[in-house]
């Protein structure tokens, strides 16, 4: 019999010929490796006719119980498929098969066994510290769900143009890696990465974060509305928002509104204010065109960008923070994680 492994996953590749039985009646592909979510598949192709063809799976299938397949006949050159679904983890499946050869003498018959050690591999994942990715940086935490050894990396600038790429193998498989990129002058934007473990198990990311600088608008004290006199910097941001919109128009991006204020007035009483603000800078843009999903939530007093005394009047701390990215923003900077969507 040919043997052949054959892949069920999109992510797991594998191609192995082994030695064919005595008799070829039949030949069968069989997916050694697979995803945990889908199902182990067993093809058997015909030589010649074959009847009353009976497959059984020992140490396989559901909770390892035997399971029976029954054929009345297969035709020469015609496949039957079968498969089962099989909890995550590495099992020995034991596969015995018998037919009935009615082209032969009357009575004859195939029979043949074999023994095989299969993985049920579970979907490969990481996350991104997210939290140490800024314009400075130029390295990236993320963990794994099992260990990798091997990295595809992008890093594209706030322009559009790459500011590094490669591939890296790891010499020692491990699931908490950093990734590091060469600097240069320009702002990371995107940071595209693909990690693969030593199955053939790949997965991807990509992480979009670009800080938007802006001139900060005024309002009336204890006001949140937006004054005629101020939209003329909305506009100016505006128009930067829909340049990075067009630079980078394959990411699917989000646009984020933090608001802050400085030390004056109660805390609780500043958060609401800063929310109320940043809810109608994120509804004038909203208006004014941006086709996005937009988030705001404001922090108050929370996180000063000038450490100042209480019911200290600083300007530097009544500002806002818009950001672009596709996923929401984690920092010491953002202590509320609930942000709102307009």
């Given at each position: 019999?040919?043997?052949?492994?054959?892949?069920?996953?999109?992510?797991?590749?594998f191609c192995?010929?082994l030695p064919?039985?005595?008799q070829?009646p039949?030949s069968?592909?069989?997916?050694l490796s697979h995803?945990?979510?889908?199902p182990?598949?067993l093809?058997?192709?015909?030589?010649e006719d074959?009847?009353?063809?009976?497959i059984?799976?020992?140490?396989?299938?559901?909770k390892?119980?035997?399971q029976?397949?029954n054929?009345?006949s297969?035709?020469?050159?015609?496949t039957?498929e079968?498969s089962?679904?099989q909890?995550?983890?590495?099992?020995?499946c034991k596969?015995?098969?018998?037919c009935?050869l009615?082209?032969?003498d009357?009575?004859?018959f195939?029979?043949?066994e074999?023994q095989?050690e299969?993985r049920s591999?579970?979907?490969?994942?990481?996350?991104?510290?997210t939290r140490?990715?800024?314009?400075?940086?130029?390295?990236?935490?993320?963990?794994s769900n099992r260990?990798?050894n091997?990295?595809e990396?992008?890093?594209?600038?706030?322009?559009?143009s790459?500011i590094?790429?490669?591939?890296e193998k790891?010499?020692t498989?491990?699931?908490k890696?950093t990734?590091i990129w060469?600097k240069?002058?320009?702002t990371?934007?995107?940071?595209?990465?693909?990690?693969?473990?030593?199955?053939g198990?790949?997965?991807s990311?990509?992480?979009f974060?670009?800080q938007i600088?802006?001139?900060?608008?005024?309002f009336d004290?204890?006001?949140a509305n937006?004054?005629?006199?101020?939209?003329?910097?909305l506009?100016?941001t505006r128009?930067?928002?829909?340049e990075?919109?067009n630079?980078?128009?394959?990411v699917?991006?989000?646009l984020?509104?933090?608001g802050?204020?400085?030390?004056?007035g109660k805390a609780?009483a500043n958060?609401?204010?800063s929310r109320?603000?940043?809810k109608?800078?994120?509804?004038?843009f909203?208006?004014s065109?941006?086709?996005?999903?937009?988030y705001?939530?404001?922090?108050?007093?929370k996180?000063?960008a000038?450490?100042?005394a209480?019911?200290t009047?600083e300007?530097k701390?009544?500002?806002a923070?818009y950001?672009l990215?596709?996923s929401p923003p984690?920092?010491?900077?953002f202590?509320?994680p609930?942000w709102?969507?307009?």
């Open positions: 019999m040919k043997f052949t492994t054959a892949l069920g996953a999109i992510a797991l590749t192995f010929s064919a039985f005595a070829e039949l069968y592909q069989l997916t995803e945990a979510q889908s182990a598949k093809r058997v192709q015909a030589n074959l009847s009353k063809c009976q059984k799976l020992s140490g396989c299938a559901k390892g119980k035997p029976v397949f054929v009345s297969i035709a020469a050159s015609e039957k079968f089962w679904q909890d995550e983890g590495i099992y020995q596969i015995k098969y018998r009935m009615p082209t032969r009357k009575g004859a195939f029979e043949a074999s095989h299969m591999i579970g979907p490969l994942s990481f996350e991104i510290d140490k990715l800024n314009p400075a940086t130029a390295a990236i935490d993320f963990t260990p990798i091997e990295i990396y992008l890093i594209v600038a706030e322009d559009g790459e590094d790429s490669g591939n790891l010499q498989p491990q699931a890696n990734l060469a240069n002058d320009k990371p934007a995107l940071v595209s990465l693909k990690i693969m473990d030593g199955s198990a790949w997965s990311q990509q992480l974060f670009l600088p802006h001139t900060d608008i005024v004290t204890a006001k937006i004054r005629k006199d101020q939209e003329q910097y506009y100016e128009d930067k928002i829909l990075v919109l630079t980078h128009h394959k699917i991006m989000d984020y509104i933090a802050y204020t400085d030390t004056v609780d958060i609401k204010l109320a603000r940043a109608s800078i994120a509804q004038w909203k208006k065109g941006i086709r996005l999903k937009i705001y939530q404001g922090f108050g007093e996180v000063l000038v450490k100042t209480d019911e009047p300007e701390n009544r500002r923070v950001m990215t596709n984690e920092s010491d900077n202590p509320d609930n709102i969507q307009l």
